[in-house]
């Protein structure tokens, strides 16, 4: 695993944790940690369990006993860490977005493909499809519970930089994160609503906003977690606040898609609503292990919204932890994502959502980035 | 009254209440009713409790014994009724839209202008400002007590039109009713997301869509409800589906707009959240007596969204009908219209939402059919 | 119409409209509203719009001009003035509880069954079995939805006495009002869980509180407003602030009831599940127009409990007003209960509650406050 | 540990992961497991990460390898095991409840008390005093933010057995379990009141019910799961299926409490709401993430239950794991628990709940069997 915070911590609970509860075809061993900082590295390899350090990730996909490389890093150093490791022959899980560019998506797409046709597989970490909910909603969209799909409306609301005085941590400079919350949040919205439904964005009309231009510095700056800058040191904010847009599904659906960090009382808030002519879903991660499910085929007075409470042993991933009723958090979607992972790696095929998917959600990211720099004007998203 | 349909019904119901309620300047008489159909405006008027009947409206407004004309007609009418009863001194509740064209509000609009000075008063009937959870959100509002707005994401769901079958009520028709979900119930999304901040949209960036093009002729067409036309004819839906749109809040926050009557499952889901630097509101009238409000200045261990239940003897309408606790509902928000309007006639003030409020949404429902015409491209409303 | 307090201005408010939204067999005239105080009877018939106005209830009776009694009085006065009415001839609406003790409750039952015999109609005012996700849970039971009920668990939750400076209003004097939440508001679930399942109390078990015995006398007593005493003088509270108490049903399930005035923050919270071995409905009056089902017959990986939205033109009442999703309020509960009553008249049957249903649940409150005063023992409810 | 089923599986998760998140004064080594059968707890070793197996548990509480026994077995087999533990120096952490009968859960107390002495500790898991939504509440309450205690409603709803055809597991036997939903969870609930106001029941009144009283053989019954006897036979249940309950608390407040297997629709609704005079707190396991508060000093128009999201960093347990908004699951309860075993072992002090604490919830489970048995008479709970 190269990268030891918020989600390399996250990653390396759940590889920890997914043999307890899966019968896996191939058993993890958390072998080596990959981080700059010596002591640091060594600190969090002795916290999160993992057997070896390395400085250097290039080192790391040097070595034989690695056959899996996490990618847990910022997003900048996503295309070179990951296309070196498949070329390595390593198997790659790389954290999303998969790139902060359009071109180093598709060179790591194209890495993906080379490596696919030698065994190698790649897949990018776009969590929120293992939600059991989630999964669930997908299941039910395939199985036609829903008719043709008219609506999706996503939308994931954080409110963690409302305060002005919350320092310019990596994610809010544009040359480490790509973007704002469009690339940090909004990617997840455009994967799970082109998941769920089955369908692409055709193409995208957008607004952005940048509410805070300068924030105070941080001396440092390791996912959500920052120090303070030298006392009234300042910097620009270079990355979108919030960004809006609508867009037309594949099927010919109206969607709206909204993610921001200014949603004061939303921590996160990664909602789906889709609607269909036989149904409707709904889904609130504040509330994982629900999902609302609409069914229009039953009489009027007694249809509504009803909440399925996804943790039954027929549902997806659920049956494998406790019994019904005993829901699972956050982090075990990493776990069904490592499980799903282990399950291709170990079977010989290719898991999903793949590197293609993940350039398929940058090439979104990017028409919304034109549409809000060109008077919002429809940007079609490349097929 | 001219029109007695569904608008008709729960306007005499206000009429008939208003004065059990409120303590009123002047009485309101339930005059006259005028409908086209000889036979129908009297049985509605022996139902409904109006004294007296008129198949011409023009006769209504020369009666002497006619101090107010409510307008309840489709949009078609307004104009012509509206300004021809303003210019006979009378004062006008018209039901909203206020027209089908910008043209036809602007004339109605300079008419509400002439006759206030000579004392004669308009309003247009947005409802659902005097839900009292939505009066309480604007008084929350106009307190400071959100700071900043940086967000309003405003939705209108309904699923009335799902079914193919469904037939073409006026309601589906451009000539009749000016557009279609964007009108009929777009139109009180952005009259309450302009009412709650207090701001004006700018302009907006807009997709529509008709999901269902032919539909089964209806016999005739009055409000929701529509008989059938001879077996297998059929006509065109010359109106929207479905609109969603984005803009820009005068104060510098983004908007997020969707009105849609194929949202299945949702019925009448006039929703509103707002996010400001210091505190959210949230909103959904399918659970109207509840508005949600998050206070961000609370310490983050104690703060969320509570469920302000607006029953109190404080709370805007609300203390006028029972102890706290019990609920209001969809025909109360008509009450508390009459009851404003007659206290403004009473006082010699001019109400609000007027005529020129009306304009004003006018020229957003305009901007967002022009948006949608012309590649989503941004376009301002005037202001 | 015998009183004008709160009862009396819902009850106003539905002679005044049922008419308008029902076609009923007998058309109601606001004909005489009875009240002791010349003044204040005066103004509220003005104001509710009552015709005439009698100060002796016993004239009110006497009158030809007068069908049916509708007692809104506090309940020490219920069975002096609705036996008298129905032996006058008239058709009688009883607020409840019926009766302030078993013995008035046993004499006002008699006096009703006599009284049939001449098809002079009685039913008394739980208003709660009227609203429309009230009846619709009757209905889903009465077809065997839910299988065989094995829980019942109602409250009925209101916190308007927790300030200790509240004053001593008659609903807190026995010799007033019988006893306090639990005749006041424990009738209400009372009534409600025997009629949502169709089953009897066979017994219960039981424990109340009074949480503060003293308080300011106020210097009169209407409803739930209440002037002030002379400053510092006090009287004891003689009724109970909350009353538990569990049971069983004819059926062999388990009931659990709270009634309190305590509850900070829950306003008018009447809630009650029921769990069968096919189903399960819940419902709290804070939502009224929420009804929610979980059909247990499904497969469970899409199973839950769904808000059905009880505003559909199929579901009990709600056809009779707006189109679906515009929700009805506390006083449409008292129309329909008005629309039942005088269709019953109308159509020469037997409406229902009846008073034997009110003795009914009196003998239920009876047992419970025999039981609290010995020993929570369980007290068989007769039969 | 001795015992892998569901409770193993559980803790073994917990003592897995805790070291990762939680800085500790010791650091946990999973030595050894202990069950009766050869393969499947060699299976269950290696599955859940136990270095060593033994098939006595007398022989793994005479290892030096082991400081501490933790106790996952059924009921009847607690008080040997963690008496025998206690008295070899080993730490215990015993299932609930305590143990199937008050003379047995006094022995055990009786054996802590003394094992204190010589510093050995030990701790009853009633995990959910470790849900921080829980923890917060207790919080709330200790520093008085509740004012009086003037009601607690508590439930523990689940479904499981509502199927006739469930087999007949251990968990239905009084041999093995002591009760039913009684022991399993209403044990759960009657800690968690008591917990969370941190007052005691000082009597109850009860009624108790087996809705299904034969049910097929299961081969086996370990957990929740159950295999099938053979055709045909079945069994008697002896415990409980519900029981429903009433109390007093130390401080005057009144208490009522249902613990159930046949909540059609419930599956794990851990429920207590709390109503005092300053204000009120609301839970439900299902939704475990939240804690609604309702703040009564508020004025009442802004008043209102809050959604408090218990996952900010100033929450109890909450801060140790994600960024805020990132919810926890079930098994973090028992990584808390196993994490303030471990501080209470490594700083010398006596964790809580204690086997005093547990003894005390026997009582009350005993009372609640003697008043059910007893006509439901008031039974006092020894103090």
Redesign the interface.
């Known amino acids: 695993m190269v990268g030891y915070a918020?989600m390399g911590?996250?990653h390396?609970?759940a590889w920890?944790?997914v043999?307890?509860f899966f019968d896996l075809p191939v058993a993890p061993v958390m072998a080596v940690l990959s981080g700059r900082s010596e002591d640091r590295t060594a600190a969090a390899a002795a916290?999160?369990?993992w057997a070896a350090v390395e400085n250097d990730w290039k080192e790391l996909i040097k070595r034989d006993d690695v056959d899996i490389v996490d990618v847990c890093t910022p997003g900048d150093s996503h295309a070179e860490i990951a296309i070196a490791a498949l070329e390595a022959g390593k198997h790659v899980l790389c954290e999303k977005p998969l790139a902060n560019t359009v071109a180093e998506a598709e060179a790591m797409a194209a890495a993906a493909e080379r490596a696919a046709e030698r065994g190698v597989r790649s897949m990018v970490a776009f969590n929120y499809r293992r939600v059991p909910a989630v999964a669930?909603a997908r299941r039910?969209v395939a199985e036609g519970r829903l008719g043709?799909i008219?609506?999706v409306?996503a939308?994931y609301?954080?409110?963690?930089i409302?305060d002005p005085e919350f320092p310019l941590v990596w994610r809010l400079q544009r040359d480490k994160a790509g973007s704002g919350a469009l690339g940090d949040i909004g990617s997840h919205i455009v994967d799970t609503a082109q998941f769920v439904t089955g369908q692409k964005l055709t193409g995208v009309?957008?607004?952005t906003?940048t509410?805070i231009g300068e924030r105070p510095l941080a001396e440092e700056s390791a996912?959500?977690a920052a120090g303070a800058g030298e006392a009234g040191d300042t910097g620009t904010v270079t990355v979108d606040d919030?960004a809006?847009?609508?867009?037309?599904l594949s099927g010919?659906?109206?969607?709206?898609f909204?993610a921001?960090r200014?949603?004061?009382?939303?921590?996160?808030?990664m909602r789906i609503?889709v609607?269909?002519?036989?149904?409707?879903l709904s889904f609130d991660?504040?509330?994982?292990?629900e999902l609302w499910?609409?069914d229009?085929t039953l009489?009027?007075?007694?249809?509504?919204?009803?909440?399925?409470?996804v943790?039954?042993?027929?549902?997806p991933y659920a049956g494998a932890?406790?019994?019904?009723?005993?829901?699972?958090?956050?982090?075990?979607t990493f776990s069904h994502e490592v499980k799903d992972f282990l399950e291709a790696i170990g079977n010989g095929t290719d898991p999903e959502p793949s590197f293609a998917d993940g350039l398929r959600v940058q090439q979104v990211l990017s028409a919304v980035e034109q549409?809000a720099a060109n008077?919002?004007?429809?940007t079609p998203v490349p097929q």
């Open positions: 918020f911590r996250v390396s609970q920890r944790s043999g307890a916290q999160l369990g669930l039910f043709e008219r609506h409306r939308q609301l954080q409110d963690w409302v009309s957008a607004l906003a509410f996912g959500l919030a809006v847009f609508i867009g037309r010919g659906g109206l969607a709206s909204e921001t200014f949603a004061t009382g939303r921590k996160n808030a609503e609607n269909g002519s036989l149904g409707s991660f504040e509330a994982m292990n499910f609409h229009h009489p009027a007075e007694e249809a509504g919204f009803r909440r399925i409470y943790t039954e042993s027929g549902h932890w406790w019994p019904p009723g005993h829901g699972l958090g956050y982090e075990h549409s008077e919002s004007r429809w």
